[in-house]
T-cell receptor, first 109, second 113 residues
Framework: KNEVEQSPQNLTAQEGEFITINCSYSVGISALHWLQQHPGGGIVSLFMLSSGKKKHGRLIATINIQEKHSSLHITASHPRDSAVYICAAYSGSARQLTFGSGTQLTVLP | EAQVTQNPRYLITVTGKKLTVTCSQNMNHEYMSWYRQDPGLGLRQIYYSMNVEVTDKGDVPEGYKVSRKEKRNFPLILESPSPNQTSLYFC????????????FGEGSRLTVL
């Protein structure tokens, strides 16, 4: 069974700061997802990665397959980035998604 | 607009009264799945479906049933709800199993008294 760990659990930053959220998983995977959940509950997909790096606006996601590790970076953070960020690892062999416990990010103005 | 629609969004029911949470997607996705989200436990997979008439258990299937008679619909059935099924439920779909972009419904908050 894949174990997915995220860190930190909680993160408070000042507006403009560079933010990094980490995700580690225990078994080989086909894809790694980064999700965003705002207060009120809706979940939005930010990235799906199988290798390398992706960028969308101020968000950057990287994955190191050998080290079984992924990071989500937010540059020039803004209060509207305040949300829970969740990573999820998909194992093709198990055909299941396993989720990290989430990182609560608060960006203060 | 591409979307996953869940109903109801909010429901309060009593122990033992059968209920169904519907999930429908308009993207012709093959893979659909149900999750529950509980404080401190994160999102956990209940059931998933690779295609019509193909369903399988996730990590926490006890007390739930699903069916996939049509590609667009994947209802979650609680035959005899119990208070430990009080939770926030999400339906999701993706084109390429778990390796494609995930689309989530808005969530259904269920309270079982």
């Amino acid at each position: 069974k894949n174990e997915v760990e995220q860190s930190p659990q909680n993160l408070t930053a000042q507006e403009g700061e560079f933010i990094t959220i980490n995700c580690s998983y225990s078994v080989g995977i086909s894809a790694l997802h980064w999700l965003q959940q705002h207060p009120g509950g809706g979940i939005v997909s930010l990235f799906m990665l199988s290798s390398g790096k992706k960028k969308h606006g101020r968000l950057i996601a990287t994955i190191n397959i050998q080290e079984k590790h992924s990071s989500l970076h937010i540059t020039a953070s803004h209060p509207r980035d305040s949300a829970v960020y969740i990573c999820a690892a998909y194992s093709g062999s198990a055909r299941q998604l396993t989720f990290g416990s989430g990182t609560q990010l608060t960006v203060l103005p | 607009e591409a979307q996953v629609t869940q109903n109801p969004r909010y429901l309060i029911t009593v122990t033992g009264k059968k209920l169904t949470v519907t999930c429908s997607q308009n993207m012709n996705h093959e893979y659909m799945s149900w999750y529950r989200q509980d404080p401190g436990l994160g999102l956990r997979q209940i059931y998933y479906s690779m295609n019509v008439e193909v369903t399988d258990k996730g990590d926490v299937p006890e007390g739930y049933k699903v069916s996939r008679k049509e590609k667009r619909n994947f209802p979650l059935i609680l035959e005899s709800p119990s208070p430990n099924q009080t939770s926030l439920y999400f339906c999701a779909s993706t084109l390429y199993r778990g390796a494609g972009e995930l689309f989530f419904g808005e969530g259904s908050r269920l309270t079982v008294l």
